[in-house]
């Protein structure tokens, strides 16, 4: 069987068998296609039976050779992988020449912080005398002030909001429930946007449903929309655009840990499922953990 056939094989099992998407097969055929071509342009015969591991090693090197994202790499050894086990798991292969391949290893970003003055200049530019610029400091309040994700912020309803308790029901990754208390300065804020929020809309156009964050057709707001908001905001503050709407969540945890407050309450608050996530999550000087623990560590106190 020559290597053709056999991606065919492997692409029809993931639309058929495990009615994969769209997406997901054009990813996997985009990266085996280049495997295919690499074992062409080497003169490297295309019978599945004889292709090793030290064939696929190569062409992981030359990928590395070109200087690719260590993500794009990861995602294309994952895909290698994938393809050489189905094979493997089909008898059509006696070994798996791919199950020895590493992946590399993964690259560390320190996350984008606000500083406070920063912030403040942001939160100073939406033109609160219109409807939409009420929405959008609403939106860039709310992003900072609980860290919710972007995704989980233009899901909001009205009807996730307790106004009487300050807290708002969030509904995060993998459909995981959790509360966010809100201070009255934003509560105050959501009643006056809802007063006018109608304001937005273009002629003709009415309101879709509860959402909390609407575009002038009375949708919600998408997460692409949400990014260019910020982008604007960032334009007009003279800040970078390195940052991003993820930059108000790491903003919020980071400023938490260095006002006092304890990790579990911050992944409580994040809805992350593991407190080793949120350590990582967090951008903190060390430093100044340190010197919390000098200070307010028994043993230290002792010496």
Known sequence: MTIDEALERFINSIRVE???SDHTITAYAKDLTELITFIDENNLSDDITTIESSTLRLFIGELYSRELAKSTIERKVSSIKSFFKFLYQHKILETNPSQLLKFPKKEKYLPKVFNIDDLFSLLDKPDVSKASGLRDLLLLELMYGTGMRVSELV????????????RIRVMGKGKKERIIPIAPMIKD????????????????????GDALFINQDGARLTDRSVRRLVDKYLLDAGLPKDFSP???????????????????SIQELLG????????KYINSDIS??????????PMQKQK
């Open 18 to 20: 495990k009615q994969g």
């Open 155 to 166: 899901g909001l309803s009205f009807s996730d909001i307790d106004f009487s308790g300050l």
């Open 189 to 208: 804020m959501m009643l006056k946007y809802q007063n006018v929020m109608h304001e937005i809309l273009r002629t003709g156009s009415s309101l879709q």
């Open 246 to 264: 993820h930059s108000f969540r790491h903003s919020f945890a980071t400023h938490l840990l260095e006002g006092g407050a304890d990790l579990r």
């Open 272 to 279: 992350h499922s593991s407190l080793s996530t949120t350590q």
């Open 288 to 297: 100044k953990l340190l010197a919390v623990y000098d200070k307010s560590h």
